[in-house]
């Protein structure tokens, strides 16, 4: 099934609003008159995977104060 518009708008609303501690993100409904589905699932993929390098990161962050 494909996603409407607004439900990437929402999609990209949820990833963005992840984090509690930083103020909820909303987006304009109106950008959907400028952008179109294949844009919005751009925007997506790429907030997965800035997500996932900062995962990568932390993980090896941690990794570091590991004892063996």
């Keep these: 099934m494909e996603s409407t518009k607004e439900q ?3 999609d990209i609303e949820n990833l963005l609003n992840r984090y509690g501690e930083i ?4 987006i304009n409904p109106e950008l959907l008159q400028f952008m179109d589905r294949q844009t919005l699932l751009s925007i ?5 995977r800035q997500q996932e390098k900062t995962n990568e990161s ?3 962050w941690l ?3 590991k004892q063996y």
């Design 8 to 10: 990437l708008i929402a």
């Design 63 to 65: 990794e570091q104060f």
């Design 23 to 26: 103020k909820p993100t909303h």
């Design 58 to 60: 932390n993980i090896q």
């Design 44 to 48: 997506i993929n790429s907030i997965l």
